[in-house]
């Protein structure tokens, strides 16, 4: 993150994260500027070949076992940033039942401590369902609720348009630092804009 911001924060551990994404999201009026930057750095912290691998070796022929597969490990692997989660089954949008493809975050830590709908939507949904989808060749949709902090991440299931997703449709949080920053703009910048 420091490599990608340019600059470094004297907090430590959580909060030094915190910091780093509230600076990066400060970093340009444009979300898809933010977006792409916080892509380069998920593609960041994996070998460069093993997304493609994963890809052609799972995603393709055995998207659910794939799915399955990042559920697992998500909610294994990233409790420490995002709190409590667990594997659970999901209803796609034709009805069915993706069985164990979905990880409840119960209460994002990463929503709370920042406090902006906008690092949200641009410095976690949207460039994570990206680096799945165009990295990793595996659908993600992730549903953040503004109300209750929590968000559902629905492996194999490829994201609404922006325009259709309500996460985009969010007033600021009160306490929003963005919208202090933006001199109390109506909405977060770049959630309705996308």
């Not at 493609?52 to 799972?58: D, G, I, T, Y």
């Not at 007033?171 to 804009?193: D, I």
Request: aromatic residues 8%.
């Amino acid at each position: 993150m420091v490599a990608s911001i340019g600059t470094d924060t004297d907090a430590e551990g959580y909060d030094a994260i915190v910091n780093l994404t509230t600076s990066l999201n400060g970093m340009s009026d444009q979300p898809r500027d933010t977006q792409e930057r916080t892509r380069l750095i998920l593609q960041s912290l994996f070998p460069a070949w093993l997304p493609p691998a994963f890809k052609v070796m799972f995603s393709r022929p055995l998207p659910q076992l794939s799915c399955r597969l990042n559920a697992w490990v998500t909610m294994m692997t990233c409790q420490w940033l995002m709190g409590p989660c667990k594997v659970n089954d999901f209803e796609r949008e034709d009805g069915s039942i993706a069985r164990g493809q979905g990880v409840l975050v119960e209460r994002c830590r990463y929503l709370e401590e920042t406090g902006c709908a906008s690092v949200c939507l641009n410095s976690c949904k949207v460039p994570t369902q990206d680096f799945f989808g165009k990295d990793m060749g595996l659908p993600l949709t992730m549903a953040p609720n503004y109300e209750d902090f929590s968000c559902q991440f629905s492996f194999g299931m490829a994201p609404r348009l922006q325009a259709q997703d309500d996460a985009f449709q969010t007033p600021c949080f009160l306490q929003c630092p963005s919208k202090r920053r933006h001199n109390a703009a109506q909405k977060c910048p770049g959630a309705s804009t996308l």
